[in-house]
């Protein structure tokens, strides 16, 4: 998995691609956990570039749900490709983390 950032305004843009699985999500989840130390608390997940995501993957997304939260912020993913999506309505992913069409419609969302 890459992760490449940016920031827009106060929330911090992370651009994911490549798979997103046991063996990638520690990277991931020390990166949200950073961001959150750090007080950078609104988080969006570009996920145009994720093929894949495990159960394993979708635990960091919810512990980093939850960090954020705690923090005083909130973490949001968008752009999610088909196969994607369907493991985020079959888990019921889609219920817990808010999830956008695209990238400025969650910037504009999370305002």
């Known amino acids: 998995m890459t992760i490449t950032e940016e920031t827009h305004d106060r929330t911090h843009v992370l651009l994911l691609s490549g798979r997103l699985d046991g063996t990638t999500c520690d990277s991931l989840g020390a990166r949200i956990e950073a961001l959150a130390a750090a007080g950078r ?7 145009g570039g994720v093929t894949y ?3 394993a993957g ?3 997304l919810i512990v980093g749900a ?3 939260k705690a923090a005083g912020g909130s973490l949001s993913c968008c ?4 196969m ?7 888990s019921g992913f889609g219920a817990i983390l808010p999830v956008h069409a695209d990238r400025a419609s969650a ?4 305002g």
């Open 41 to 47: 608390t609104q988080v969006l997940l570009d996920c």
């Open 53 to 55: 995501v495990s159960s």
């Open 58 to 60: 979708l635990r960091v």
């Open 66 to 68: 939850k960090r954020t």
């Open 79 to 82: 752009q999610l490709q088909p």
């Open 84 to 90: 994607v999506r369907q493991v985020f309505d079959l």
């Open 107 to 110: 910037l504009k969302a999370l």
